[in-house]
């Protein structure tokens, strides 16, 4: 009777709220539970403390730890009210002093309570237990206020975790039916959109990270400056040049430069090119902060590559950033590559993935594409992919085919929009071509894909 009082009250001040809501995975779903409102209904948070509270043995573990940002006040609340220590995550570990992602007081080896307010995929929570883990912390039990059913809790089961709910969303859904706060036909609508959304333990394993985690790891000073431009002009977006005439690409450059990070070229593609036109592309880069990502798709034996990429036909690695390359001939062309000396001044770009819809990219070539930029993690920033990411946690994760108004063309290409590509792909790096140069006016254009852009990236976080 107390749990289902308790569902009415937090239904009465709209932390259960029925409506057509975006996630951010980018799906619309007819139910949201926001917990931030509680923190202003003290006497209720206690009473979710209370039930909480129930359900932990505090013999069992050291400390709690609420997932950032709405499950402070719940942790805060046990804590309190179960004299249990507490820790805290930061959403960011900090660029200073200590440098710590947990702040409180603790030795290595001791265990750890995490508790968030709700489960939809298990992210959050996984996401805390690393770092807990990164400190010396131990993890073995995890708590939540609602479980969404989409599988989030089996994934973490899964994964070796002790993982209970206060309510399940058809525990809610039953009692506000019976209350006749809710219809059948909302009822059955909630029930059917959390059995067709689940959430498999394969998307939980490729999380993203934050712009701040991965430039923490980093090791190319490319990948650096990239994430410090990303940050500073709040864009993460790479606009792929592919006209066909140098003059065309210098007018592209000006007009979408204060808006990107990245402006990918293929110089191989371009009419009347000569050494003047570099020089030129690189003031208009250096005027607007964004850096040069030649597409060049280096992917031959080493000897060859090497000969490609330090010519004098395009003098690539004297001023490109960034460059792709297949492995289709191994590591040994990356290793080759890196003989030129030429590296620190230049990063790797793999491509992993493509995103034509017959591409041959299949699994087992994109998993080892991953273990040989993994392996090469000084020379390599990240991979081209649309649904893996890299292992490296220093490593970028770049993706094409992004276009906010057609879905294909006729030539093969599949798109995905900027909300899909950061919130279910967990995409980095957005890279949009015919969405802004075929637009009439590029950089208002790609004002517009900025903006959206950076909004998907912190609905990811």
Not at 266 to 278: A, G, K, P, T
């Amino acid at each position: 009777m107390e749990k289902r009082k308790l569902i009415l009250n937090l239904f009465e001040i709209g932390i259960i709220q029925f409506g057509s809501f975006t996630l951010k995975s980018g799906i619309q779903s007819p139910f949201y539970i926001d917990f931030r409102r509680l923190v202003s209904y003290p006497n209720l948070l206690k009473q979710v403390g209370l039930e909480l509270g129930k359900l932990i043995d505090k013999s069992q573990f050291d400390f709690i730890c609420g997932v950032p940002y709405a499950a402070l006040s719940l942790s805060t609340t046990i804590s309190l009210e179960q004299n249990i220590p507490m820790l805290i995550k930061r959403k960011e570990a900090k660029k200073y002093g200590t440098k710590k992602q947990i702040e409180g007081v603790f030795e290595a080896n001791q265990t750890c309570l995490i508790i968030d307010d709700t489960i939809t995929s298990g992210i959050s929570m996984l996401e805390v237990a690393d770092a807990l883990k990164t400190e010396g912390l131990k993890c073995y039990q995890m708590l939540s206020v609602f479980d969404r059913m989409q599988g989030g809790l089996e994934n973490l089961r899964a994964k070796g975790f002790e993982v209970k709910a206060l309510f399940s969303i058809k525990q809610l859904a039953d009692v506000l039916l019976e209350e006749g706060k809710i219809d059948q036909q909302l009822h059955n609508k909630i029930l059917d959109f959390i059995s067709a959304n689940q959430v498999p333990i394969e998307k939980v394993e490729a999380k993203s990270l934050s712009y701040a985690e991965i430039q923490s790891q980093a090791i190319h000073p490319n990948a650096v400056k990239l994430l410090d431009i990303m940050e500073s002009k709040q864009t993460n977006l790479c606009c792929s040049g592919d006209v066909s005439s140098c003059e065309d690409l210098l007018r592209l450059a000006d007009e979408v430069g204060p808006h990107i990070s990245l402006l990918k070229t293929h110089v191989d593609n371009l009419e009347q090119y000569e050494d003047s036109f570099i020089e030129t592309l690189k003031s208009i880069s250096k005027k607007h902060n964004f850096l040069l990502f030649e597409d060049r798709k280096f992917c031959d034996i080493g000897s060859i590559v090497m000969g490609q990429f330090t010519s004098d036909s395009y003098n690539i690695s004297e001023w490109a950033d960034f460059i792709t390359v297949h492995v289709v001939a191994g590591s040994s062309s990356l290793s080759a590559l890196k003989s030129t000396n030429k590296l620190n001044s230049c990063g790797l770009i793999v491509v992993a993935e493509m995103s034509t819809v017959d591409t041959l990219t299949d699994l087992n070539y994109t998993n080892k594409a991953i273990q040989i930029s993994q392996d090469h993690k000084d020379i390599v920033v990240g991979i081209v992919a649309q649904n893996h990411r890299p292992k490296h946690k220093g490593q970028l994760l770049f993706t094409p085919g992004i276009n906010i108004d057609i879905k294909g063309d006729n030539l093969g290409q599949s798109y995905n929009t900027p909300q899909v590509a950061f919130n279910q792909k967990g995409t980095d790096v957005m890279i949009v071509g015919r969405g802004i140069y075929k637009a009439e006016k590029p950089g208002i254009k790609a004002e517009e894909y900025k903006r959206i852009g950076w909004k998907a990236y912190n609905g990811r976080l």
